[in-house]
């Protein structure tokens, strides 16, 4: 089991360039989660899918940012015109199937640089 | 919504002295799941520990916490600190109603443990 493995590692972009970001969760995980971690804000929720269906996007800043998951083998966030403030590591999760006792298993993370 | 206060933004301590990372936490629902994620530098974000129960001790690697409902609390202890203890802790909650089974998580704690 690999784990929930997220590309690229690292990012970098310059202002108003889009970036996107992968993750693929473990498999046989159903829900799949999306975090914004920094300094300042610790993590951030994002949004979240339960078999491949948007569960929950409240985290999502709603003009720049999308999330897909259209198989169950990936998981895409993509951020258009992307700016300095959106600087971060963006980390991927998966559970089981979403329930609120379970693990969440995290990714490594890709680290967005924003010049 | 449910909020998670992690009052300490660094902790740092002599190796062997006791650690405890205070975590408190708002939610309007009697049914809450929390937890505490460890992220050590270069891995993961992964479980420590998590509990539902109140006033249960929940021990894990060396850890222990006990969620106090009266309190809303839910601090992180260890008797005795590493080295290797040396990591960004991180608290969270969920709960079956309110938050649609995301986890939300506190700013998180950098725990320093010097020889």
């Known amino acids: 089991n690999a784990g929930v493995i997220q590309t690229p590692r690292h990012k970098v972009t310059g202002k108003g360039q889009e970036a996107t970001l992968w993750c693929e969760p473990i498999s046989g995980h159903s829900a799949v989660f999306w975090y914004r971690q920094t300094i300042v804000q610790g993590l951030e929720f994002l949004t979240y899918f339960r078999n491949q269906a948007p569960i929950d996007d409240s985290g999502m800043p709603k003009e720049r940012f999308s999330a897909q998951m259209p198989n169950q083998s990936h998981s895409t966030l993509k951020i258009q015109s992307t700016q300095p403030q959106d600087s971060a590591v963006y980390l991927c999760a998966s559970s089981l199937e979403g329930g609120p006792a379970e693990t969440l298993y995290f990714g490594s993370g890709t680290r967005l640089t924003v010049l | 919504g449910d909020s998670v206060t992690q009052k300490e933004g660094l902790v740092t301590l002599t190796e062997g002295l006791p650690v405890m990372l205070n975590c408190t936490y708002q939610?309007?629902?009697?049914?809450?799941?929390l937890f505490w994620y460890v992220h050590y530098l270069n891995e993961s974000p992964r479980l420590l520990l998590k509990?539902?129960?109140?006033?249960k001790r929940t021990e894990h690697q060396g850890f222990h916490a006990t969620l106090h409902k009266s309190s809303s609390s839910f601090h992180l202890q260890k008797s005795s600190a590493q080295l290797s203890d040396s990591a960004l802790y991180y608290c969270?909650?969920?709960?079956?109603?309110?938050?649609?089974?995301?986890?939300?998580f506190g700013q998180g704690t950098i725990l320093k443990v010097y020889l």
């Open positions: 509990s539902s129960t109140d006033n």
């Open positions: 969270a909650l969920s709960d079956r109603a309110s938050s649609g089974q995301k986890l939300v």
């Open positions: 939610t309007i629902y009697s049914n809450a799941f």
